[in-house]
């Protein structure tokens, strides 16, 4: 039976002409699955699905969601970000908890999922710190420069949470199987993306957290220096935190589009 997929000119291109009209036509496609974004199931022959093709180096994995969740695309990472979705989707993996991750010069990034309030809406959010001061490569002397580093990738300053921050293109937030995996930011000349943060384990959100993220279908960043946020037990402390840091110009932010399979 004919399946309602969306197959994008992405998605076709990589996995050719017969093999999209194998599946649209039912052949290759389930009925019925788990959809890879919010977990819930989804029916191909009752509902419109999309098809997300993830490409590692090496190999690629078909995965279907929702299309109200996830628009069909190609997401190309690392093979060692596929082997650990695919352990994620097959539930081999273990729940992280929140896990920090190597930035350039091996700095340790620290990684918190919540949720925050803007003008009465819900957003998912990520917050990033260092445990240490990030230097610019190649400088001596010891400064900080996390927040020049990332303002020039693009990212804001924020000095309220007043209003949601501007998407910033070419980075994104890599959910699979539910859980969060990396943020990945442009290739170097023109290339696919590459992780800028990678969890050592898949992140475990809230259902709450995965819900917002695919009702706005991307992720709040923010980042600020070491010691301006701190491991908040509760969101509404770390929302206290977000807006002290901001008040205190030490906050940056931006709308990260939502990627996953």
Known sequence: MPRMLDVSDAVRAEIGDEEADRLLAGENAPGSYDCTSCRTPGDSEQERTSTVLFIGDETAVLAFAHATCLPSQVVQVTEEQLRGAVRSINGDSAPGGETPGSAPEQAVLGVTSGLVLITGELHPALVVEPTSPIARPGASGGGDDFLPLLVEQGY????????????????????AAGQLHAVLQPGSHGGPQVAWWQAHQPLQVTDGWRAAANKHQQVLMFAAPVGSIGRQPREDLLRDALDKAAAAGRLVAAALPLAGI
């Not at 910033?168 to 959910?175: F, I, N, Q, R, T």
């Open 156 to 175: 804001l300053p924020v000095a309220s949470l007043g209003t949601v921050p501007p998407v910033l293109h070419g980075w994104s937030v890599l959910l």
